[in-house]
């Protein structure tokens, strides 16, 4: 079945980085772009951007534009998402998602990353 | 803050019915497809409706989606018949903003079961 999976928990310092893997299977990797989304505890959903799969073209929200890169590995049918120079509101659980027509149609199960000196 | 609003809470009696609410403007909903997503407390949220009414497989006839008036309007609404228990979970809105170049979500709103 279609199934995304994440890397595990991660606990940083501020200023640090973070990166996060996201592996697909149960699909054709390439025919279906990526997205990421966040949730800080206690807040609503945030998309942070996706990538095509296809062409690695990127669109980044605004509010972590020059912090983030996404990334995808084709041969191991990885998505990954990098965070630098964190933030103690970074501290989020981070979602990658399949975008398919007009909605995210797959998650993966989450990846907490705590921001913490 | 979004700019899509929805109530912060609904609820109603188990078998009744619960509206939620979604209104933007026209750089958002006016202009673009909406969906719904549920996040049940501790999982990862789960798509429910997509392009403003459409269910993918496996998601009841019990939940629904529209939006207002004309093809432009500015506001969905995703309604939950014979409500469950199983039902008590976050449900947000969400679109793409042509201003913004963004996916926005909505702020969530939250459904209890009395």
């Known amino acids: 079945q279609v199934q995304l999976v994440q890397s595990g928990v991660e606990m940083k310092k501020p200023g640090a980085s973070v990166k996060v893997s996201c592996k697909a299977s149960g699909y054709t990797f390439t025919t279906f772009g990526i997205t990421w989304v966040r949730q800080a505890p206690g807040q609503g959903l945030e998309w942070m951007g996706g990538i095509s799969t296809y062409n690695g073209n990127t669109n980044y929200a605004q509010r972590v534009q020059g912090r983030v890169t996404m990334t995808t590995d084709t041969s191991t049918r990885t998505a990954y998402m990098e965070l630098r120079d964190l933030k103690f509101d970074d501290t989020a659980v981070y979602y990658c998602?399949?975008?398919?027509?007009?909605?995210?149609?797959?998650w993966g199960q989450g990846t907490v990353v705590t921001v913490s000196s | 803050q979004s700019v899509l609003t929805q109530p912060p809470s609904v609820s109603a009696a188990p078998g009744q019915r619960v509206t939620i609410s979604c209104s933007g403007s026209?750089?958002?909903?006016?202009?673009?497809?909406v969906s719904w997503y549920q996040r049940l407390p501790g999982t990862a949220p789960k798509l429910l409706i997509y392009e403003n009414n459409q269910r993918p497989s496996g998601i009841p006839d019990r939940f629904s989606g529209s939006k207002s008036g004309s093809k432009s309007g500015t506001s969905a609404t995703l309604d939950i018949t014979g409500l469950q228990t199983g039902d008590e979970a976050d449900y947000y809105c969400?679109?793409?903003?042509?201003?913004?170049?963004?996916?926005?979500f909505g702020p969530g709103t939250k459904v209890t079961a009395l």
């Open positions: 969400a679109t793409w903003d042509n201003r913004l170049s963004a996916y926005v």
């Open positions: 998602a399949r975008e398919n027509v007009d909605g995210f149609d797959t």
């Open positions: 026209s750089s958002n909903i006016g202009s673009n497809f």
